[in-house]
Every structure is written in structure tokens, then in C-alpha cells.
């Protein structure tokens, strides 16, 4: 299954535990406003209006589930694979697993 998204989404997770979600393109133009900014204000994006000084930060999606996935209890091993809690990891490496083939057949 392709779990690719059709478009690049951020995130502007806020303290509160708020996700803002909304194209690269748009945070692209956020974070350059947010990095030229000297004081925390308030600025409005899609009848929204945000206090910067509560944005924790402008995050990847990639970013956001590996977070999600963290909250709930999961872990990402060596090889990347996300186990639940107290799941001891099985995975092997290509090489690993090639090697046992060739022993075992």
C-alpha cells in the first residue's frame, strides 16, 4: 500500500497541542515571515489569527507521525520499522537476512 501524500503538507504545531496543517508552499512563506520577525506577534492565516510566540515549530508530516507514533507508545528500530511498546525487534537487515537464506536454504 502507498502511503505517499498527493501534496507536501506541514504542520505548525502550536503549545496548546494544536496542528495547523497546510502546504509547503504556504509554510514556506510562514517561516520566512516568522525568521525576519524581532517580537512575538499575532498574524492571521486562513481566518485564523496565531500568537508566534505560542508556535512550537513548522514540522514535515514525516516528522508529526514519527511524534504521533512516539506518544502512543511505539518505537522505531535500527532499521526504521516501528514496533509497539515492549516489542523486541525481529528485523533484519537485507545482508542479514540474505545470510541466513544462504545457511539455512
Same mark, same amino acid.
Given at each position: 500500500?502507498?502511503?505517499? $501524500?498527493? &501534496?507536501? $503538507?506541514?504542520?505548525?504545531?502550536?503549545?496548546?497541542? =494544536?496542528?495547523?496543517? $497546510?502546504?509547503? #508552499? &504556504?509554510?514556506?512563506?510562514?517561516?520566512?515571515?516568522?525568521? *525576519?520577525? @524581532?517580537? *512575538?506577534? +499575532?498574524?492571521?492565516?486562513?481566518?485564523?489569527?496565531?500568537?508566534?510566540?505560542?508556535? =512550537?515549530? =513548522? +514540522? *514535515?508530516?514525516? @516528522?508529526?507521525?514519527?511524534?504521533?507514533?512516539?506518544?502512543?507508545?511505539?518505537?522505531?528500530?535500527? $532499521?526504521?520499522?516501528?514496533?509497539?511498546?515492549?516489542?523486541?525487534?525481529?528485523?533484519?537487515? #537485507?545482508?542479514?537476512? #540474505?545470510?541466513?537464506? +544462504?545457511?539455512?536454504?
Amino acid at each position: 500500500m502507498n502511503t505517499q $501524500l498527493s &501534496k507536501n $503538507l506541514m504542520c505548525i504545531q502550536m503549545r496548546s497541542g =494544536v496542528e495547523i496543517w $497546510l502546504e509547503q #508552499e &504556504k509554510a514556506d512563506k510562514l517561516q520566512s515571515g516568522l525568521q *525576519n520577525i @524581532t517580537q *512575538n506577534k +499575532f498574524v492571521a492565516h486562513d481566518g485564523q489569527t496565531i500568537n508566534t510566540a505560542d508556535i =512550537v515549530g =513548522v +514540522f *514535515n508530516a514525516i @516528522t508529526m507521525e514519527g511524534n504521533t507514533r512516539r506518544k502512543n507508545g511505539q518505537w522505531s528500530c535500527h $532499521l526504521g520499522s516501528w514496533h509497539e511498546r515492549k516489542e523486541e525487534c525481529s528485523c533484519r537487515s #537485507e545482508s542479514e537476512a #540474505e545470510a541466513i537464506k +544462504f545457511i539455512y536454504g
